[in-house]
């Protein structure tokens, strides 16, 4: 799971596996920095796939 989870994005690591959060838990964590985009289809009932930006604004 970690092999498709972690990615490397401009030399930071990051870990895409958010297993049991909502949009909103998601939105709230990623504050400022991200913006969510959309909700990605799911041909499974029982999960939800979230699609968010950086925002270009922000600077950590």
């Given at each position: 799971?970690?092999?498709r989870?972690?990615t490397?994005?401009?030399?930071?690591?990051y870990?895409?596996?958010?297993?049991?959060?909502?949009?909103?838990?998601l939105?709230a964590?990623?504050?400022?920095?991200?913006?969510?985009?959309r909700?990605?289809?799911?041909?499974?009932?029982?999960?939800?796939?979230?699609?968010?930006?950086?925002?270009?604004e922000?600077?950590v």
């Open positions: 799971m970690e092999e989870s972690v490397e994005i401009d030399g930071e690591t870990d895409r596996n958010f297993i049991a959060h909502n949009e909103e838990e939105s964590a990623a504050g400022e920095s991200f913006a969510l985009v909700e990605m289809p799911s041909d499974m009932k029982i999960w939800a796939y979230y699609l968010f930006q950086k925002n270009e922000v600077r």
